[in-house]
């Protein structure tokens, strides 16, 4: 596995695959790389490449402890984009990687970049704030840290279920939920933690109001982890001129349970 390094000289690791057009995929709190284990062969074998860095804290990368803030988390993906020289390239980002998605595009422009794709995106803001009235109560987010603290594996199985939404008939084998679960314990606690709080803190609006590349917002109707109307269909209110796709049966985990629908909706993006 190759690495790099941020500005701050954190080694983080980062997986190349396929050749083409790049897409570079940012993945959700507490995953890493094998998270797009579903897109990427499928990707490939169209004649993409796909690059997958692993957040700071997560996986194989350092365990830094800090740096868990959108913008240096945003700068630690224009780091890559640079250092690969990736150009002409789409940004596919799930869950907190929306965030990271949209302010690198704020601080670091567009000139590499031709497409958006958010994928259950915890965006515009989650916080309940003044001028955010739609938001969470800081509860929300207090009651999730405290149940991190107790027990930090239990709080991912509890919500396996849901996640996958496996209610509404999707397939989802044990063996499967208990490898993400693993995949999810490979973060470090500390990371996922200021990871989440971070990402419940900050206001994105003011940097999904500033992209200008083509979107494609897709969301699932029954995500357990970010509400639909808390996130996406605000976020489709706020750039209108976006492709907006619901998911009726998926939860958060609809790149696994949707995998088939959500690749074909990728390469119709990409190739678009």
Not at 127 to 141: F, I, R, S, Y
Not at 171 to 187: F, M, Q, T
């Amino acid at each position: 596995m190759p690495f790099y390094e941020t500005k701050d000289g954190t080694r983080l690791a980062y997986e190349d695959y396929g050749s083409g057009a790049p897409i570079v995929f940012l993945s959700g709190r507490g995953l890493t790389a094998d998270q797009w284990e579903y897109q990427v062969p499928f990707l490939t074998d169209h004649g993409y490449r796909c690059i997958m860095p692993v957040r700071r804290g997560h996986g194989q990368s350092d365990r830094a402890s800090t740096g868990y803030d959108p913008d240096t988390l945003a700068d630690d993906t224009a780091r890559l984009i640079e250092q690969l020289d990736l150009r002409d390239l789409t940004l596919v980002a799930h869950s907190v990687g929306g965030g990271e998605a949209v302010r690198y595009l704020r601080r670091h422009g567009d000139e590499r970049v031709r497409g958006l794709l958010l994928l259950s995106a915890t965006l515009p803001a989650l916080q309940l704030t003044e001028d955010n009235p739609e938001g969470a109560p800081d509860a929300v987010m207090d009651e999730t840290l405290a149940l991190f603290d107790a027990d930090y594996p239990k709080w991912f199985a509890d919500r396996a279920q849901g996640y996958y939404a496996t209610h509404l008939g999707n397939n989802v084998s044990p063996a499967l939920i208990d490898n993400e679960i693993a995949r999810l314990l490979s973060a470090s606690k500390w990371a996922t933690a200021h990871v989440a709080l971070e990402s419940f803190r900050a206001d994105f609006r003011e940097d999904v109001r500033a992209v200008q590349v083509p979107t494609l917002i897709i969301h699932g109707v029954a995500d357990q982890s970010a509400p639909i109307d808390l996130c996406s269909r605000r976020t489709a209110e706020l750039k209108p001129d976006a492709v907006y796709k619901e998911y009726p049966t998926a939860g958060h985990g609809l790149y696994v349970t949707h995998a088939t629908e959500l690749n074909d909706d990728i390469l119709d993006f990409v190739e678009r």
